[in-house]
């Protein structure tokens, strides 16, 4: 049972378009955090969201934390070919405080 | 960044034999991880420990084992490896748990 469900698995849109990846789950969480991996690198924290209903902005990156704290979205403006990257969900369950889960992930490709 | 360094970075060894990677970190944090990214399953935790020799089992654990016997080297031992653990490894490090992770650049194997 994969309790982090990312949707889409992939997508590729032309620069300049908009988009907006998921990432659910049937579980509260005390905290979501998204990451984004580059080809042949680690994969590196972009944002953290604790509070539900919070929205946090990253430049053209929106991030916001269902209020229930069992889901998140990744809104990207005017995507840009330097978006591509592979973009994680990652969670804290709440009472479990000794590690996170991973969602599967969304490859994002952004044609030129 | 982090100091996160993962040894050896490429490795390719045969059916049976044992490998060790080892993982370094110069950031005196507390929990360090071992995961497994494949295809289609995403980031899977296979151990992680939460001080000097105290680890515990993550999701896909069998097969392997680890040690920390210092803060800074965590160690991750294949005894008699199988082209089942043709993957690519990744160590990371956490402050608490749940706060943000640190990768390693990843360690990419191959068992033939």
């Known amino acids: 049972t994969q309790l982090l469900e990312q949707s889409p698995q992939f997508l590729s849109i032309q620069e300049g378009e908009n988009l907006t990846v998921y990432c659910n789950s049937s579980?509260?969480?005390?905290?979501l955090q998204w990451y984004r991996q580059e080809p042949g690198e680690g994969p590196v924290l972009l944002v953290t969201?604790?509070?539900?209903?919070e929205v946090k902005k990253l430049k053209r990156l929106t991030f916001q934390f269902g209020d229930a704290r069992k889901d998140s979205s990744l809104h990207i403006t005017a995507a840009q070919p330097g978006d591509t990257g592979l973009y994680l969900c990652?969670?804290?369950?709440?009472?479990?405080?000794?590690?996170?889960?991973f969602g599967k992930g969304t490859r994002l490709h952004i044609l030129p | 960044d982090a100091g996160i360094t993962q040894s050896p970075r490429h490795k390719v060894t045969e059916t049976g034999t044992p490998v060790t990677l080892r993982c370094h970190q110069t950031e005196n944090h507390r929990y360090m991880y071992w995961y497994r990214q494949d295809p289609g399953h995403g980031l899977r935790l296979i151990h992680y420990?939460?001080?000097?020799?105290?680890?515990d089992k993550g999701e896909v654990s069998d097969g392997y084992s680890v040690s920390r016997s210092k803060t800074e080297d965590f160690l991750l031992t294949l005894e008699s490896a199988t082209s089942s653990q043709t993957s690519v490894y990744f160590c990371?490090?956490?402050?608490?748990?749940?706060?943000?992770?640190?990768f390693g650049p990843g360690t990419r194997l191959t068992v033939l």
């Open positions: 420990s939460y001080g000097v020799k105290d680890t």
């Open positions: 579980s509260v969480f005390s905290s």
């Open positions: 990652a969670g804290a369950r709440m009472n479990r405080d000794d590690k996170i889960i």
């Open positions: 990371a490090i956490s402050l608490n748990g749940v706060d943000e992770q640190f």
């Open positions: 969201v604790v509070t539900g209903g």
